[in-house]
């Protein structure tokens, strides 16, 4: 049981390093301002709010739809997926490199939602990439630590199942 917690010890990292840069981007950046440039254009050290989720969406949203969709039905998943790094019976059986994913993915949605609690819905984002027009974008959607831990997280988590399933196949093929 022990050892299937340790994976917690991310989650915990996300949310320190997650809440740590925010704070130091709200004490020394003023919100709407690009404070540093790297690599030429490439990266942008700037202070944004965002009060939806990935890419805006839900901005218009009240208050109270904002409570269920933005604050309620995430904690409910956090819940769900620190009880998953727990739990064989939830996920099935998953391996100790799934639960690190699931780990991340809690320390990113954690640290989102302290934002979302403490901060009226607005989640700091600090962390701009330039595009270079991909996906019709010159600049990707500014994000944080966080949100960077969930989309890490998730690919790998996606990629370790697909390998399994790929491993498995192959075991009853021969």
């Given amino acids: 049981m022990m050892r299937k917690g340790i994976p917690l010890s991310l989650t915990v990292l996300v949310i320190a390093l997650d809440q740590a840069t ?13 404070a540093y440039r790297f690599f ?34 995430p904690l409910i998943l956090m819940v769900l997926i620190v009880a998953a ?23 990113g949605g954690i640290g989102n939602l302290i934002d979302r609690i403490f901060r009226s819905f607005r989640v700091v984002d600090w962390i701009s990439t330039n595009n270079y027009g991909w996906f019709g974008m010159e600049r990707f959607p500014t994000y944080n630590i966080a949100d960077a831990a969930i989309v890490i997280s998730v690919i790998l988590l996606v990629v370790s199942i697909l390998l399994g399933e790929i491993r498995k196949n192959a075991k009853q093929e021969n």
């Fill in 22 to 34: 925010k704070a130091w981007i709200v004490s020394s950046i003023p919100e709407g301002t690009v």
């Fill in 40 to 73: 030429g254009d490439f990266l942008w050290i700037c202070h944004v709010r965002n009060d939806a989720v990935a890419f805006s969406l839900g901005s218009g949203l009240s208050d109270a739809v904002k409570i269920v969709a933005f604050i309620i039905l």
């Fill in 85 to 107: 790094i727990f739990s064989d019976r939830i996920l099935g059986k998953i391996t100790q490199f799934q639960r690190w994913c699931l780990a991340g993915i809690a320390g």
